[in-house]
């Protein structure tokens, strides 16, 4: 019963930095216009039809050093899931996000203290964390699966020595070759 309120416990955390961090859009008071909508996305990917947890298989969530059976939907968000890795001290969440551009990062750069406009799988994504992750532990990578989705991975390690946003891209170049072609 013990673990179980620690998985639970530690599910309400990660929960609440995919809320916090993940899955919010930038502020829009510091928009800078753009010439275009946004990155041109090559072979657009659609997120949303797998369900979350098997955004990242199994065997990559335990080459990237996550507990494979750790995947679950991540609190209130249900197109979220986030692993753990055994001894739960790192954390990892994807979430597909609708209705979301990546211009919308991109417009807004200033807002982060931590910003790279990034490749991942051939598609378009950006860096985009409002404090060092080094400092912190934590990075968000958002990457355009398609016009007007995101696909978020956020990642949160208790040593700051390792690399989150390394992480957060390895899970990302994981999870975007498999994902259906969007249609």
């Not at 309400?12 to 961090?21: N, R, T």
């Not at 859009?25 to 928009?31: F, I, R």
Request: proline residues 9%; glycine residues 8%; aromatic residues 4%.
């Amino acid at each position: 019963m013990v673990e179980r309120g620690a998985v639970l416990g530690a599910s309400l955390v990660l929960a609440s930095l995919v809320a916090a961090c993940g899955s919010q859009p930038p502020d829009g008071g510091e928009t800078q216009p753009r010439a275009e909508s946004g990155p041109t996305i090559n072979a657009p990917k659609d997120a949303a039809t797998v369900p979350p947890c098997d955004l990242l298989p199994p065997e990559d969530a335990s080459s990237l050093g996550l507990d494979p059976g750790s995947g679950s939907v991540s609190g209130s968000d249900e197109n979220s899931c986030g692993w753990y890795s055994p001894d739960e001290t790192d954390r990892l969440a994807l979430t597909a996000i609708p209705n979301r551009t990546l211009a919308s990062y991109l417009d807004n750069r200033a807002q982060f203290a931590d910003f790279a406009e990034l490749t991942i799988a051939g598609h378009p994504a950006v860096r985009a964390n409002r404090n060092d992750p080094k400092q912190l532990g934590t990075c968000s990578i958002f990457l355009a699966t398609k016009d007007d989705q995101v696909l978020s991975s956020l990642v949160r390690v208790s040593d700051k020595s390792k690399d989150a946003c390394g992480l957060a891209q390895r899970a990302l170049e994981a999870a975007v070759p498999r994902l259906p072609a969007a249609e």
